[in-house]
């Protein structure tokens, strides 16, 4: 069976500093990919980041990166400068064929 | 271009009572895929529709059903309701290509049901 886990339920961090999100999931299949999705309160679920599982390369966008660990089935999201507006649930999910299998989320707090 | 649209926003039935919610696709995306998110959970898998099929079911009952339409916007029917559909229903639509489909996901409908 396909499972994602986020092993912290809450996390925190100082404005402009640096916080990583853990996630490992499991899959039998080779072709998959892995996404980070950011819930705020407006409930809208929005993209934040996106990486193929062929890629050896981490994916990158803006202040937001991943560190993808094929082997180890892990991949963290890496929030750089931290922003107030990047206070929201964090999801991992991951995608082999139709569906998104979403861990239980990571809930980030800003303090200013 | 137009985003993933979702009415109602909010709704409240009671137990036994029918519901439909409704989806509209991004613009050119022709796959919708419907999800459950309980509160405090991640979303949960009810179905997929491609081209006006099912294309894929999760671990829901019968009574959850759907239709995709020839312009691609999606219902999600509820019959019978329980107090545990309570929940966000959300829909994302996404074009076909594999496994590689990033979905985009809607605002999401409240349903309480009492």
């Known amino acids: 069976a396909q499972t994602v886990t986020q092993s912290q339920p809450e996390m925190s961090v100082q404005e402009a500093e640096t916080v990583t999100l853990s996630c490992t999931y499991d899959?039998?299949?080779?072709?998959?990919?892995l996404f980070w999705y950011k819930q705020p309160p407006s409930r809208q679920m929005i993209l934040v980041i996106r990486?193929?599982?062929?890629?050896?390369q981490n994916a990158t966008e803006n202040r937001f990166s991943v560190n993808f660990q094929k082997a180890a089935k892990s991949f963290s999201l890496k929030i750089s400068d931290s922003q107030l507006g990047d206070a929201a649930m964090y999801f991992c999910a991951y995608t082999g064929a139709q569906k998104l299998v979403f861990g239980q989320g990571t809930r980030l707090t800003i303090n200013p | 271009e137009t985003g993933v649209t979702q009415s109602p926003t909010h709704l409240i039935k009671t137990r036994g009572q029918q519901v439909t919610l409704r989806c509209s696709s991004q613009?050119?995306?022709?796959?919708v895929s419907w999800y459950q998110q309980a509160l405090g959970q991640g979303p949960q898998f009810i179905f997929q529709y491609y081209r006006e099929e099912e294309n894929g079911r999760g671990n829901f009952p019968p009574r959850f059903s759907g239709l995709q339409f020839p312009n691609y916007s999606s219902e999600l029917n509820v019959n019978a309701l329980e107090l545990d559909d309570s929940a966000l229903y959300l829909c994302?639509?996404?074009?076909?290509?594999?496994?590689?489909?990033?979905?985009?996901f809607g605002p999401g409908t409240r349903l309480l049901v009492l």
């Open positions: 990486q193929e599982a062929y890629k050896q």
């Open positions: 994302a639509s996404s074009l076909p290509g594999g496994p590689a489909e990033t979905q985009y």
């Open positions: 613009s050119g995306h022709n796959t």
């Open positions: 899959t039998s299949e080779s072709d998959y990919y």
